[in-house]
T-cell receptor, first 111, second 113 residues
């Protein structure tokens, strides 16, 4: 079975630009969560979507937004990129409140 | 702000030894606890989950949970160099049915031959 897939794997953007990250969950999983991990820290929660509705939002500015599609895939959008947005962005897939499985992540570098 | 604290590390053990990783959490109503392994430059990989007080064993890994003390640990027996990684403790948001996770900063483990 395919695991969680994220695209792209690496991305370099310039300050002020916009970025869209994509995630496909494990088949049958209806919950997708997004996390940001900066070097030396644990992942920080950004958003959770379940059945296409936002079910949770972490302490991130409004420049961050997300959505979930009818096939349960998801996009994370970040506007007006800052240098501090450079991080590993992780998508996690879960079946309700059971274990969360991460994709390989998208390494975003803002220059 | 819900906190998850892990022993700071780094932790270094010889091959064949037992590695002990510890985690405390602040949210008294959390119900689900997880250990993830993260190799350098990779994403976290789920290795253990535990929901009830006591011990849970899976191969060389044993997770221990004490909700009264708000403490969860991971023991790795017969440590191997391939176990060298950062181990992340994660706790679900208490009262949530949808599994938002809070993570510690991780403990870096090195197993030397």
């Amino acid at each position: 079975d395919a695991g969680v897939t994220q695209s792209p794997t690496h991305l370099i953007k310039t300050r002020g630009q916009h970025v869209t990250l994509r995630c496909s969950p494990i088949s049958g999983h209806k919950s997708v969560s997004w996390y940001q991990q900066v070097l030396g820290q644990g992942p920080q929660f950004i958003f959770q979507y379940y059945e296409k509705e936002e079910r949770g939002r972490g302490n991130f500015p409004d420049r961050f937004s997300a959505r979930q599609f009818p096939n349960y895939s998801s996009e994370l959008n970040v506007n007006a990129l800052l240098l501090g947005d450079s991080a590993l962005y992780l998508c996690a897939s879960s079946f309700t409140n059971t274990e969360a499985f991460f994709g390989q992540g998208t390494r975003l570098t803002v220059v | 702000q819900k906190e998850v604290e892990q022993n700071s590390g780094p932790l270094s053990v010889p091959e064949g030894a037992i590695a002990s990783l510890n985690c405390t959490y602040s949210d008294r109503v959390s119900q689900s606890f997880f250990w993830y392994r993260q190799y350098s430059g990779k994403s976290p990989e789920l290795i253990m989950s535990i929901y009830s007080n006591g011990d849970k064993e899976d191969g060389r890994f044993t997770a221990q949970l004490n909700k009264a003390s708000q403490y969860v640990s991971l023991l790795i027996r017969d440590s191997q160099p391939s176990d060298s990684a950062t181990y992340l403790c994660a706790v679900n948001e208490g009262g949530s049915t949808l599994g938002r996770l809070y993570f510690g900063r991780g403990t870096q483990l090195t197993v030397w031959p």
